[in-house]
Nanobody, 126 residues
Framework: QVQLVESGGGLVQAGGSLRLTCAASGLTFSSYAMGWFRQAPGKEREFVAAMSRRGRNTDYADSVKVRFTISRDNAKNTVYLQMNSLKPEDTAVYYC???????????????????WGKGTLVTVSS
């Protein structure tokens, strides 16, 4: 059974930082591209960042470029999202997702993901 478990969310002031962690189990982690998505209240789930299987390729939403960094440790079956210079508009539930896509692929569509975590809430106060 595949499980993706996010952690690291919380309340932070604008300008602060958080590091999200997603621990994966039940799948061959290095065979999956990994991504982070988020969903704010009343809005659709949107792409944040993604990384290819071995970490060679990355992609970011324009709204988080420069501020957020995705990374992965295939030995630990874990993917991270370092979030700096947080803004109130970053407030959302953040989801980790896995995609059994091509080796070089960096999927950014929710429909392209095969497995999802349950999410972790990030709240940025102004």
């Amino acid at each position: 059974q595949v499980q993706l478990v996010e952690s690291g969310g919380g309340l932070v002031q604008a300008g602060g930082s958080l590091r999200l962690t997603c621990a994966a189990s039940g799948l061959t982690f290095s065979s999956y591209a990994m991504g982070w998505f988020r969903q704010a209240p009343g809005k659709e789930r949107e792409f944040v960042a993604a990384m290819s299987r071995r970490g060679r390729n990355t992609d970011y939403a324009d709204s988080v470029k420069v501020r957020f960094t995705i990374s992965r440790d295939n030995a630990k079956n874990t993917v991270y999202l370092q979030m700096n210079s947080l803004k109130p508009e970053d407030t959302a539930v953040y989801y980790c997702a896995a995609s059994n896509s091509a080796p070089w692929s960096v999927p950014s569509a929710t429909s392209g993901m095969d497995y999802w975590g349950k999410g972790t809430l990030v709240t940025v106060s102004s």
